[in-house]
């Protein structure tokens, strides 16, 4: 598990911009937790230093909390981090396609 809690950590801190890779790392973190319950997975994650548990609740939505107040608490606690992912999503001068899906929802047009 500590893993794939640093790859996320590491993930959130690659500026480029994500896709497929972002949403299976949710689906496999929310499995996880999942296949593991509550109890286990915030054992486990407990063991991270602070700012990989704050990755951790990157890949994880708030509904899937739902019964697992124990790892709920343990990320709500986690450092609040603007990671470089965050801080690429508004930038279009480093993501040429992020700029036209703007210029798409802004005006419909240039596809």
Request: glycine share 8%; net charge negative; charged share 25%.
């Amino acid at each position: 598990m500590h893993t794939c809690f640093l790859a996320e950590y590491v993930r959130l801190n690659d500026p480029h911009l994500g896709g497929a890779d972002l949403e299976e790392m949710t689906f496999s973190t929310e499995r996880m937790l999942a296949s593991l319950g509550d109890k286990r997975f915030s054992a486990a994650l407990r063991l991270e230093r602070p700012e990989i548990i704050a990755a951790v609740s990157y890949f994880i939505q708030s509904e899937r909390l739902t019964g697992c107040p124990v790892t709920g608490h343990l990320l709500d606690s986690a450092p609040k981090v603007q990671w470089q992912l965050n801080q690429a999503t508004g930038d279009t001068d480093r993501c040429p396609l992020l700029k036209k899906f703007i210029e798409f929802e802004d005006t419909g047009k240039g596809w």
